[in-house]
């Protein structure tokens, strides 16, 4: 089967992922773990930035694959690798928006307690965490993940089955490939996608009420804001189309007779959904540099600095009551030095 006018269209946005991902990811990663001051928010956008770095970084493999019209030489461990890549990267990506949601929340409610609790190492703790989530929730799609012969070529797919007789697959079989495809299906939809942004949402709908009511915080608060609004609407355009045609593929597996209609709308679908989730591996570093100021401001400035006032801590300023207790402290810990 030759390659399709689809398939060259995705490896061409491959590509480009590939470059403008590996370089964007790579100077955020540069800036953020070693270059920039280390606070709550360069943690947050380090690990989105190491997702999408991890993500781009396989993707010559599926150009290649692509090139060479579905045929895998690549062996059976980097196909398991190459599919529970993907999937990590959405689920720590997803994560770490809903991180930073919920940071920016409590940011915004109870300012105090932020400044008070809102360290690098409990963040550093809780980004580990996330990170620990993606993979045990990607680890299905490692162990699914296997390679088999097809006449001169090798197929990289995935055998829900679990059977080394792919062609001769009995009822028996089939019907638990059709199950656990569905149930991985469904648990990607809810887990990666429509429970995470419920949360977003939920977060960002109390923030907007709180800085409706409150105009210097709304001002102070603006510029990160919109960054991160930003981000995930751009994280939802690029994923749900993803989902939504994996859920078609559920209703295709479903019908018992052959749909022309469903086939052609998975032929198309599939390799361009895939390849706009990939696009958005390489979208962050683009709009950490171009959002909140002017394009010449950006060309004025160097990568760092423009990194460094995207992610700079936007905190509402201290109470009296705080300043108070940490003017005590000072003067309770110079008390026992000199003691």
């Known amino acids: 089967?030759?390659?399709?006018?689809?398939d060259m269209v995705a490896m061409v946005i491959y590509s480009l992922v590939f470059v403008l991902g590996v370089l964007g990811n790579g100077v955020v990663i540069w800036a953020t773990g070693f270059r920039m001051k280390r606070s709550a928010n360069t943690v947050w956008y380090l690990s989105l930035a190491l997702a999408d770095f991890l993500a781009t970084v396989f993707l010559p493999l599926k150009i290649a694959w692509t090139a060479l019209d579905k045929h895998w030489p690549f062996g059976t461990f980097m196909c398991k690798m190459s599919g529970i890549v993907f999937y990590m990267n959405m689920y720590a990506s997803i994560y770490t928006l809903v991180l930073i949601s919920v940071d920016r929340c409590v940011c915004v409610v109870c300012p105090v307690w932020s400044r008070n609790h809102r360290t690098v190492r409990k963040a550093s703790w809780v980004s580990m965490g996330v990170w620990v989530l993606a993979v045990a929730l990607s680890l299905p799609y490692f162990i699914f993940r296997d390679t088999r012969p097809s006449g001169d070529r090798v197929r990289c797919y995935a055998n829900y089955a679990l059977t080394d007789d792919?062609?001769?697959?009995?009822?028996?079989?089939?019907?638990?490939?059709?199950f656990r495809f569905g149930v991985m299906t469904i648990t990607c939809f809810l887990v990666g996608f429509v429970l995470p942004f419920t949360a977003i949402v939920s977060c960002y709908s109390v923030i907007i009420y709180r800085l409706r009511n409150n105009r210097s915080l709304a001002s102070q608060s603006g510029r990160s804001f919109k960054i991160i609004a930003t981000v995930i609407a751009a994280f939802f355009l690029c994923w749900a189309p993803f989902h939504i045609m994996n859920l078609i593929r559920i209703a295709n597996h479903l019908v018992t007779e052959y749909s022309e209609t469903l086939s052609l709308v998975l032929s198309v679908g599939i390799?361009?959904?895939?390849?706009?989730?990939?696009?958005?591996?390489?979208?962050?570093?683009?709009?950490?540099v171009f959002m909140g100021q002017d394009l010449k401001d950006v060309f004025r400035r160097s990568i760092l600095k423009v990194l460094e006032k995207a992610f700079a801590e936007d905190l509402p300023p201290q109470s009296n009551t705080a300043t108070d207790r940490a003017v005590t402290r000072q003067k309770t810990a110079?008390?026992?030095t000199l003691l």
């Open 271 to 288: 390799p361009l959904t895939f390849a706009l989730a990939l696009l958005n591996s390489c979208l962050n570093p683009l709009l950490y």
């Open 166 to 178: 792919y062609r001769n697959r009995t009822a028996e079989e089939l019907k638990l490939h059709k």
């Open 334 to 336: 110079l008390s026992e």
């Open 1 to 6: 089967m030759a390659m399709t006018s689809f």
